[in-house]
């Protein structure tokens, strides 16, 4: 029931596979009240090791880090101590989300949820980006604490942005890893946690978002999540070029969830998951979430991390 990393290496098959699971619901509206319902279902489910505690239609289909599996056979089959939850809702899509945190059971686990809705509220496809000690820079305590400090709460209505905005927010974001001539729209202040680590510690009014690599890039089989009352988009995706134990593209299993707020990044949370212990790359002394090449701080030599803030903010559950 628990991931065996041995086994989770990521071809290239198997990748074109779950992007064809797992394609968009145009079109597929329905009631935000039955989306939390079942991400409710889902974080039951998830405590209590049982799947069958989620409401899965007849077909549907369960995938791990864009491993297609018996959803009797993944993590979710497996009891866990979940610390905290956070849920967003598309209503146009029809798609559920949840970013959830065990960072006090005796496996630690972070783990994003994308789940598609049929409009009986059944669960028709689910899909998890499952990180856990050896993953890009893991550390679900600090994770923890980061998160739940965080405010992501419900935007009031005339301060909405379209979904298009959002969306175009995100997009620029990982566009701009491979094209340092795109204008990513980050506001000031905007952090990014990148596993364990909180850029905003450096600079807590500052914009610390930014984040660049020096070789073309192209982040591919993007999925979407967006809700428009908290400002969210969340991408499930594969991150190119990190992982040293596999070809450039299309990459390894990585989601992103960004806080939109007027049309400006303001919160970016990145989990990447790695087939070889912290993907092959070595993190240089005082130089936070930042391996050769990689993303994160201010490079090698640069500031350790400030203390992770206290934990109590808006926005969990």
């Known amino acids: 029931m628990r991931r065996d990393k041995a086994r989770v290496t990521i071809m290239f098959c198997s990748i074109v596979l779950a992007g064809v699971a797992f394609a968009p619901n145009a079109g597929a509206a329905c009631k935000r009240e039955m989306l939390q319902k079942v991400a409710d279902a889902y974080v039951k489910a998830q405590t209590a090791g049982k799947t069958s505690m989620v409401p899965f239609a007849k077909d549907a289909s369960y995938a791990e880090n864009d491993q297609v599996m018996d959803v009797d056979k993944g993590v979710l089959a497996g009891p866990l101590k979940v610390d905290f939850t956070r849920s967003f809702y598309d209503t146009t899509q029809c798609a559920a989300f ?119 890039m192209n982040v591919t089989n993007r999925r979407y999540v967006i809700d428009e009352n908290f400002g969210v988009v969340v991408i499930f995706h594969n991150f190119p070029f990190l992982d040293s134990g596999l070809p450039k593209d299309p990459g390894t299993p990585a989601g992103q969830m960004f806080r939109v707020e007027g049309g400006k990044n303001r919160y970016i949370h990145e989990l990447t998951v790695c087939t070889t212990p912290g993907c092959g790359r070595t993190r240089p002394a005082g130089g936070p979430g930042r391996g050769p090449g990689g993303p994160g701080g201010p490079g090698p030599g640069g500031p350790a991390p400030a203390a992770a803030p206290a934990p109590g903010g808006p926005g969990g559950k």
């Not at 009986?120 to 923890?144: I, N, P």
């Not at 204008?183 to 914009?207: D, M, W, Y």
């Open 98 to 216: 949840t970013e959830l945190v065990a960072a006090t059971d005796p496996h630690p686990y972070v783990i994003l949820t994308r789940m598609e809705v049929t409009g009986k509220g059944q669960v028709s496809k689910m899909e998890r980006v499952v990180t856990d000690q050896g993953d890009w820079l893991f550390g679900a305590d600090k994770y923890l604490n980061l998160t739940q400090a965080e405010k992501w709460d419900e935007i009031p209505k005339d301060k909405r942005d379209t979904r298009a905005v959002i969306q175009a927010a995100a997009d620029a974001y990982l566009d701009g890893w491979g094209n340092p001539d795109i204008v990513v729209p980050h506001g000031t202040p905007c952090a990014r946690l990148e596993g364990s680590i909180s850029t905003g510690t450096r600079n807590p009014e500052g914009n610390t978002c930014n984040m660049r690599f020096g070789q073309s």
